[in-house]
């Protein structure tokens, strides 16, 4: 599962910040009025967020298959609490503009969250790909730590004896 966790939270934090500093060109929005643009690209990243942690709830579902969508159709509340989040989001963006400070957003840069959100699914097949070995990873650091071993050992042998009651 710790695969699954950085490689998410590696991507999402690169195309987070990636649209924040460089949103504007990369959206085209340098030559829009400057604050629609700011608001225009901060709608965008909140609806990138949101699509991102919505195909994310489907790796974390399976974190060790490679088939994520595996009796899936069984899971009504799963199917539920997507179906809730999505329409949820688009009552925020489209409708809500004024409670949330959201635009709407064109049917292009939609389809273009829901791209970027997409890419969670073949990096999270990659991921999965990579071998975890069968020793935990703290283990691998108790050569450079002897005294931890043996504190480890002291916390099995607490001092506490095991009665039996009959």
């Not at 085209?28 to 009025?33: F, Q």
């Amino acid at each position: 599962m710790w695969r699954n966790l950085l490689i998410m939270a590696f991507y999402q934090v690169a195309i987070l910040l990636t649209l924040t500093f460089k949103g504007l060109t990369l959206l085209r929005l340098e030559h829009d009025n400057p604050a629609h643009a700011e608001i225009l690209k901060n709608t965008f990243i909140f609806n990138t967020f949101v699509l991102c942690q919505v195909f994310s709830e489907f790796n974390a579902r399976k974190p060790d298959e490679l088939n994520i969508f595996k009796g899936i159709a069984g899971n009504k509340l799963f199917i539920a609490i997507i179906a809730i989040t999505v329409v949820l989001q688009v009552l925020i963006i489209e409708f809500l503009g004024k409670f949330t400070t959201t635009v709407r957003l064109s049917w292009q840069l939609w389809l273009v969250s829901i791209g970027l959100a997409f890419v969670s699914w073949p990096l999270a097949l990659v991921g999965k790909l990579i071998p975890v070995p069968d020793r935990p990873f703290l283990d691998m650091f108790t050569c450079c730590c002897p005294g931890k071993k043996e504190a480890d050992d002291g916390k099995e042998d607490s001092g506490v004896k095991n009665i039996e009651v009959v």
